[in-house]
């Protein structure tokens, strides 16, 4: 199947820094990428959804301003989280699907802790 | 709207005994269905998924699932348990009639495979 890398694999932070999240599709083209948030024991919580060259799509009650989202080529979307706080630590997940896949491929997840 | 349902929190079965996560689905369209799994700390990984054709589906690790579209069920099964297959899984839909349209993640099912 194809393959979906993330980096960093996981982080911690001091509260007011900004982490940035890079998520790769490594063998295909992802014309659509997702964000997805985890809470422990919890199902994912899709975020945005982002297609290449384009703007972000957000979920309702997720700041736009806060996770910034940019989907710059085929093969890669980045996350960031501005001026991240406690309440912020989450294990963060990004998909992607090419336009001829059904098929939504998973990134390893980013586990983030903000001290 | 589409929604996806996993009544059971928790599966608990015997090593190399037949196990099965159930699923059940509401969506408006042509219903695209997909198992994917998750180990801690880790992404998720698909297993198989139904989008036309058969309706028993067969996947990785030797996992496979039944189409039911009058019982709108997409149950998951193998027929011998695994210790390694204790997980979380996640069964998800999609509105095949429109591409632009997310996945929906049912909660998730922990599945304990006791040896």
């Known amino acids: 199947g194809a393959v979906v890398s993330q980096h960093p694999s996981r982080v911690i932070c001091k509260s007011g820094t900004s982490v940035k999240i890079e998520c790769r599709s490594l063998?295909?083209?992802?014309?659509?990428m997702f964000w997805y948030r985890q809470f422990p024991k919890q199902s994912l919580m899709l975020m945005a959804t982002?297609?290449?060259?384009?703007?972000?799509?957000?979920e309702q009650g997720v700041e736009k301003d806060k996770f910034l989202i940019n989907h710059a080529s085929l093969t890669l979307s980045t996350l960031t989280v501005t001026s991240a706080h406690p309440e912020d630590s989450s294990f963060y997940i990004c998909?992607?699907?090419?336009?001829?896949?059904?098929?939504?491929?998973f990134g390893p997840g980013t586990r983030l802790l903000v001290l | 709207a589409q929604s996806v349902a996993q009544p059971e929190d928790q599966v608990n079965v015997a090593e190399g005994n037949p196990l099965t996560v159930k699923c059940t689905y509401s969506?408006?369209?042509?219903?695209?269905l997909f198992w994917y799994v998750q180990y801690p700390n880790r992404g998720l990984q698909f297993l198989l998924k139904?989008?036309?054709?058969?309706?028993l589906v067969k996947g990785s690790y030797g996992f496979e699932a039944e189409f039911n579209k009058s019982q709108t069920s997409f149950h998951l099964k193998k027929p011998s348990a695994l210790v390694s297959d204790s997980a979380l899984y996640f069964c998800?839909?999609?509105?095949?009639?429109?591409?632009?349209?997310?996945?929906?993640f049912g909660p998730g099912t922990r599945l304990s495979v006791l040896p």
């Open positions: 998800a839909v999609r509105d095949g009639d429109n591409y632009g349209q997310n996945f929906v």
């Open positions: 982002s297609n290449e060259g384009s703007k972000a799509t957000y």
């Open positions: 998909s992607a699907r090419a336009r001829n896949l059904e098929t939504q491929y």
């Open positions: 969506v408006s369209g042509n219903p695209y």
């Open positions: 139904y989008i036309t054709g058969d309706n």
């Open positions: 063998d295909f083209q992802a014309t659509t």
